[in-house]
């Protein structure tokens, strides 16, 4: 086995304006728009190696999702796995 070093991590920001239809929606959420966090972590093996992840809301918390995944960047970005 031999190891690769996590380059880059990439937290996305993706809504779906489901509010619009109502679509989803329930009691505790009138106006959901569903949303992700989309990661993307890059190694230096380019496109031959790269880990993709997704977390759903319902559109409220989804900035705090982002930024928790923001804030773990420094404690991934350069380390080393195996392969």
Excluded: C, Q, W
């Excluded at 809301?57 to 999702?65: I, K, L, P, S």
């Amino acid at each position: 086995m031999s190891g690769s070093t996590i380059t880059s991590l990439e937290a996305l920001d993706v809504r779906f304006p489901t509010s619009r239809t109502l679509a989803g929606s329930d009691a505790m959420n009138t106006a959901p728009d569903y949303s992700a966090t989309y990661v993307i972590l890059r190694t230096d093996r380019g496109d031959r190696l790269s880990g993709h992840g997704l977390t759903f809301t319902t559109g409220r918390g989804n900035e705090v999702v982002l930024a928790a995944a923001n804030a773990l960047r420094p404690l991934i970005v350069g380390k080393t796995i195996e392969t």
